[in-house]
T-cell receptor, first 110, second 113 residues
Framework: QKEVEQDPGPLSVPEGAIVSLNCTYSNSAFQYFMWYRQYSRKGPELLMYTYSSGNKEDGRFTAQVDKSSKYISLFIRDSQPSDSATYLC??????????FGQGTRLTINP | ETGVTQSPTHLIKTRGQQVTLRCSSQSGHNTVSWYQQALGQGPQFIFQYYREEENGRGNFPPRFSGLQFPNYSSELNVNALELDDSALYLCASSLPSGQETQYFGPGTRLLVL
């Protein structure tokens, strides 16, 4: 079993829709949770960074972590074609390595 | 503030050759991590360097080695290249505190023929 599981998609939605991206993880030691956005042939760009359980909002993006169910979510409101990318969830504890999911490929259709 | 930079951007090698990839960390960051990202997969941790010492290693063979220099820049060396080494190699820099996350460079795309 992978430490972080993520549905690779692809996911295609119309412009303006609310997008929900999800991951599950198995390592109870994970304390920090991140979402990265990766455009084609580019490096991952940090979108959201949360510690422990709870919600964090930044503009159109909301990250949720539920440690009791080991579930990580990213919501994108009013989705735009420029949001089309691969979204990677990642987790870590302490200063240790980041453990990534497989990534979900998202397309927003105009 | 300068972000993470990597060189070269693209590289083509043949099986059995050796390759060196380079990374300059973000200003003020003294910890560098390297990741391998195969097509359609998430990045996989190779190793991390802090104060010029290896500080954690993933499930990669010894032919993957690295260095960190006093200015915090880093190199990834891969010997005896195999076809499966074809991937995007990502460098990420951070502060050493466990609370800090990692910021990635654009990557080096390596193709092994």
């Amino acid at each position: 079993q992978k430490e972080v599981e993520q549905d690779p998609g692809p996911l295609s939605v119309p412009e303006g829709a609310i997008v929900s991206l999800n991951c599950t993880y198995s390592n109870s030691a994970f304390q920090y949770f991140m979402w990265y956005r990766q455009y084609s042939r580019k490096g991952p760009e940090l979108l959201m960074y949360t510690y422990s359980s709870g919600n964090k909002e930044d503009g159109r993006f909301t990250a949720q972590v539920d440690k009791s169910s080991k579930y990580i979510s990213l919501f994108i409101r009013d989705s735009q074609p420029s949001d089309s990318a691969t979204y990677l969830c990642a987790s870590k504890w302490g200063a240790q390595k980041l453990v990534f999911g497989q990534g979900t490929r998202l397309t927003i259709n105009p | 503030e300068t972000g993470v930079t990597q060189s070269p951007t693209h590289l083509i090698k043949t099986r059995g050759q050796q390759v060196t990839l380079r990374c300059s960390s973000q200003s003020g960051h003294n910890t560098v991590s390297w990741y391998q990202q195969a097509l359609g997969q998430g990045p996989q941790f190779i190793f991390q360097y802090y104060r010029e010492e290896e500080n954690g290693r993933g499930n990669f063979p010894p032919r993957f080695s690295g260095l960190q220099f006093p200015n915090y820049s880093s190199e990834l060396n891969v010997n005896a290249l195999e076809l499966d080494d074809s991937a995007l190699y990502l460098c990420a820099s951070s502060l050493p505190s466990g609370q800090e996350t990692q910021y990635f460079g654009p990557g080096t795309r390596l193709l092994v023929l």
